[in-house]
């Protein structure tokens, strides 16, 4: 049974507001989830600039809605799967509060997110798909390499590749930080 407090904490936690570009859905197009029917919340903003970025319409303006109106519009679709997108999601700060909303709702919760934030916030539950951004989208350095200890079997990292040095350096790094042996998939993917 919920406490008093516990009860105004919930409340506290879906009234919190979060800006969003769109929410639609579609079929899933990356990760082992592809082919999938899904629900897209995408959120606004993001703190990288990739130069293949498809998504530049997401960095500015959007519009203010409760945890509780987002989870609301995303339950009415009657799909069973939402991924939160962007942008970069993580620059929102009441983005982990999202997630655990759209898992209590009954969910299954992904997120994409560029790998310049770590993913320990969100709760164990939500699959991470997350990026691992190579020399030529101009964002190499961003990736924070303690996401390597935060990320389980169900997770996959991806590399968006442009060139052979591009693909080089992708397997370097698998090699190197040893993901051969870990059962996190890897995907290296040409830009959209
Ligand atoms: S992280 Fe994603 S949204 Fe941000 S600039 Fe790169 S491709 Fe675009």
Redesign the pocket.
């Known amino acids: 049974m919920l406490t008093c407090g516990k009860l105004l904490g919930t409340v506290h936690h879906i009234l919190k507001k979060i800006k969003i570009t769109e929410i639609f859905s579609s079929i899933q197009g990356e990760s082992s989830h592809a082919g999938k029917r899904c629900v897209f919340v995408r959120l606004t903003g ?1 703190n ?3 130069g ?2 498809d ?2 319409y ?1 960095f500015h303006g959007g519009e203010s809605f409760t945890i509780e109106e987002i989870v609301t519009k995303v339950v009415d679709y009657g799909v069973p799967l939402v991924e939160i997108t ?3 999601p993580l620059m929102q700060k009441n983005c982990p509060d999202l997630a655990k909303a759209l898992l209590d709702a009954g969910l299954q919760v992904m997120i994409e997110t ?1 790998g310049s934030y770590n993913v320990n916030v969100l709760p164990d539950e939500v699959i991470k798909i997350v ?1 691992v951004k190579a020399p030529s ?1 101009g ?1 190499g350095d961003s990736f924070i390499m303690d996401i390597l200890t935060q990320i389980d079997a169900k997770d996959e990292l991806k590399f968006v590749i442009g060139s052979r040095e591009d693909y080089l350096w992708a397997k370097a790094f698998v090699e190197e930080h040893i993901l051969i042996d870990t059962t996190t998939d890897c995907w290296i993917t040409p830009p959209a």
């Open positions: 993001c990288l600039r990739c293949y970025c998504t530049a997401a962007g942008g970069e560029n990026d989208s964002e």
